[in-house]
């Protein structure tokens, strides 16, 4: 199972970056994804998770209103969609998935998969 998040870059305040995760190796159309974020000092934080079959979606309550999550099975890609960006937000971006065929979102120590993260740096 490899899970690769790109799209992170440099953005102002209130700007808009679209992270995206990809899967190798593996239909990732049968996961749930969760997106969690990394910044220096802080513990890794939940931001979002889409189930399998996209009846289940969880947004964190820091990020709820600006970033959406989605996924496009046909590409094998799941989307974070940030909106707003402020300065807190910068952080390493990072994916992952549990690893279970048909399952919707898990709690947040059940995701065991990780790609590589993606820098977002919000700065005027």
């Known amino acids: 199972v490899q899970l690769q998040a790109s799209g992170g870059g440099l953005v102002q305040p209130g700007g808009s970056l679209r992270l995206s995760c990809a899967a190798s190796?593996?239909?990732?159309?049968?996961?749930?994804i969760g997106w969690f974020r990394q910044a220096p000092g802080k513990e890794r934080e939940g931001l979002s998770c889409i189930s399998h079959d996209v009846d289940s979606t969880f947004i964190s309550e820091p990020v709820k209103g600006r970033f959406t999550v989605s996924r496009d099975d046909a590409k094998n890609t799941v989307y974070l969609q940030m909106n707003s960006l402020k300065l807190e937000d910068t952080a390493v971006y990072y994916c992952?998935?549990?690893?279970?065929?048909?399952?919707?979102?898990?709690?947040?120590?059940?995701?065991?998969?990780w790609g590589q993260g993606t820098l977002v740096t919000v700065s005027s």
């Open positions: 992952a998935t549990d690893g279970r065929v048909g399952s919707s979102c898990p709690p947040s120590t059940d995701f065991r998969f």
């Open positions: 190796g593996f239909n990732l159309e049968y996961y749930a």
